[in-house]
């Protein structure tokens, strides 16, 4: 007669206990290893130290700015960035950026958005724009606004532009950060309207926030 071998209660507990000691061993070796993954990319991160990149508005041509009547406005817009990567070992991918002008606070052109694009160590870019607006709501002031500033000769506009971008060190990538940029540019605004667009020409520093 064959003798049925057949484990003990006792043994399949300390199996089962063999096999918990075995997945937790796994456990803590796969988190010791992603620890030091991660902390070895921030300290690259602290190392090189990423620097924001920087803008500047080079020019701006009003071709349009009239209103409908009391509360809508038409307008048309060419603005020209000049943006630079001031990084010597960090590149910067651009994605979804987007650009808008606005007026006293309010906003008188529709979201433009740029194309995508990747910048190198200290390389530069020039952005262009076109920005419209087709019967956008304004508020009853405007009008007043600009008879002020055109017996005042100047017309203050503003640009605004958020968008996301990522470091580049090596082949490694960042995650999305979000970037905010600000520009402010006067241009002459005589009591004599002109019959070309109101331009600005004189290059202005642009504020970025990441």
Known sequence: ???????????????????????KKLFYTFSTFLLSFLSFIFL??????????????????????????????????????LSKNPNTKVGIYYDQLQVYASYKGQQITVDTSLPPFYQGHQ???????????????VAPSFRYEVGRDQTAGKLVLSLRMNGRIRWKVGTWVSG?????????????????????????????RCSTSV
């Open 176 to 204: 999305r950060y979000r970037i905010n940029i600000s520009c402010v540019t006067a241009m002459d605004f005589g009591p004599t309207i002109p019959s070309g667009p109101l331009s600005s020409k004189q290059a202005s």
């Open 1 to 23: 007669m064959s003798q049925i071998l057949t484990s003990s209660p006792k043994h399949c507990a300390r199996r089962g206990l063999s096999i918990d000691k075995h997945y």
């Open 44 to 81: 690259i991160y602290l190392i090189l130290h990423p620097t924001k990149p920087e803008f500047s508005l080079k020019e701006a041509d009003i071709y349009q700015l009239n209103l409908l009547d009391t509360h809508l406005l038409n307008s048309s817009i060419q603005i020209t960035l």
């Open 123 to 137: 390389d530069s870019n020039l952005l262009t724009a076109s920005l419209v607006g087709t019967g956008l709501p």
